[in-house]
């Protein structure tokens, strides 16, 4: 450890749920609804291909050795998953100026092996953007420079417009609890919250499995489409109705 001293991780009593003002409950409800409906909107089918357990896993391993937050660990996925998904249009939008004006291809031998050898990099920038730390550039025997590493948040940063700030399902998990908190419920918010981090945990983990059990359930089909697919995310994920599970204490 080298005489460091690690920092503090939040613990069950810094957590008070049901102390927010009504109308900030209200505001932020409406403002997360708003929020995840662009995202489903933007997303189109594409999110979910940057998520296997590996990559989530060394993203939770990485900011637990680094000692962050639960809520880095989330926003550096979905931090990675978007800048992933922009590399992989640009590369298809290269391929297909290439095809329609009939120049010469490029290696895509190459660039792939570019795009793997900068993956951990990537990665590694995604956590340092969620965390908004000091450097950490040796993770888990990946060694790099403090300029790589900023030359790769500005990618990062480009890539995203720099809007990198986006809620999580954690943000959707605490607002709700300050719901049950402000109205009661028989088992305290602080306890819901643990076990919450431990369901988000394994729904990151099991991003896949999880969403066809759930799709196939929702939609009482064994095997669905994909356009089926598509269409449930989009109603799923359109949360118009999600302030109307606030209902003050009279």
Known sequence: MNGRVRPKLASLSDFQFGAVATETIEDVLLHLAQQ????????AGRMGSFRETRIVEFVFLLSEQWCLEKSVSYQAVEILERFMVKQAENICRQA???????????????????LFNKFILRLVSCVQLASKLSFHY??????????????SELDVLKSLNFQI?????????????????????SVPATRLHATCLTLLDLVYLLHEPVYESLLRA??????PSQLQGERRFHAVGSGNHCSKCFHPKP
């Open 36 to 43: 995840n409906e662009q995202a489903v909107q933007e997303a």
């Open 96 to 114: 297909t100026t290439q095809l329609r004006e009939k120049t010469e291809p490029q290696n895509w031998r190459a660039l792939k092996e570019q």
């Open 138 to 151: 040796k993770a888990l025997g990946y060694i790099h420079t403090k300029e790589e590493l900023l030359e």
């Open 165 to 185: 700030n986006l809620p999580t399902p954690l943000a959707y998990v605490e607002m709700l609890l300050e719901v049950l908190g402000y109205n009661g419920c």
């Open 218 to 223: 929702s939609i009482e089909n064994s095997t």
